[in-house]
């Protein structure tokens, strides 16, 4: 399949490129799209779909579910490789971090030699807060910093 590098698509993976931490929906995507686009046409979502499926086949872009609605959501990922290192996801803001360090490395190399289990670890998140959510959090409530009710002092 051609890959044509059309004003739009050209569009789309510039403003995702400037939003490397946030995953959105197409329906969000259009809605930015059309935002930056005053006086041009609308973006079509059977277009949009088009791009993010070339994106995603060329890595470049990658589709999640959603942990909140039944959509997918996208990402930027670039030319990076995003299938060998975890990600953590903040519950709070909803940004992911890709967790590209010797200790993931280590945990997946620890999983398959000792657990015989392949870690898929491109769909592996991890969820919690982020160091800006988790500090705004200990403010609001520093007796309580995570929301925990298991009673013990964190």
Same mark, same amino acid.
Do not use: W
């Given at each position: 399949?051609?890959?044509?590098?059309?004003?739009?698509?050209?569009?789309?993976?510039?403003?995702?490129?400037?939003?490397?931490?946030?995953?959105?929906?197409?329906?969000?995507?259009?809605?930015?799209?059309?935002?930056?686009?005053?006086?041009?046409?609308?973006?079509?979502?059977?277009?949009?779909?088009?791009?993010?499926?070339?994106?995603?086949? /060329?890595?470049? $872009?990658?589709?999640?579910?959603?942990?909140?609605? #039944? =959509?997918?959501?996208?990402?930027? &990922?670039?030319? @990076?490789?995003?299938?060998?290192?975890?990600?953590?996801?903040?519950?709070?803001?909803?940004?992911?971090?890709?967790? /590209?360090?010797? $200790?993931?490395?280590?945990?997946?190399?620890?999983? #398959? =030699?000792?657990?015989?289990?392949? &870690?898929?670890? @491109?769909?592996?998140?991890?969820?919690?807060?982020?160091?800006?959510?988790?500090?705004?959090?200990?403010?609001?409530?520093?007796?309580?910093?995570?929301?925990?009710?298991?009673?013990?002092?964190?």
């Amino acid at each position: 399949m051609a890959t044509y590098k059309t004003p739009g698509r050209q569009r789309l993976l510039d403003f995702l490129e400037s939003s490397p931490d946030r995953q959105f929906t197409v329906d969000e995507l259009c809605e930015k799209l059309d935002s930056m686009t005053a006086g041009e046409n609308k973006t079509r979502k059977s277009t949009l779909y088009r791009h993010l499926s070339e994106l995603c086949a /060329e890595g470049t $872009v990658r589709k999640y579910r959603s942990d909140t609605q #039944s =959509a997918y959501v996208y990402q930027y &990922v670039g030319q @990076g490789d995003c299938c060998h290192h975890f990600h953590l996801k903040c519950v709070t803001c909803g940004d992911l971090i890709h967790l /590209e360090c010797a $200790v993931s490395e280590e945990l997946l190399t620890h999983i #398959s =030699a000792h657990h015989g289990f392949e &870690v898929d670890s @491109g769909r592996s998140i991890l969820y919690g807060l982020c160091k800006a959510c988790a500090s705004l959090e200990k403010k609001h409530d520093p007796t309580n910093p995570r929301g925990c009710s298991c009673g013990h002092h964190h």
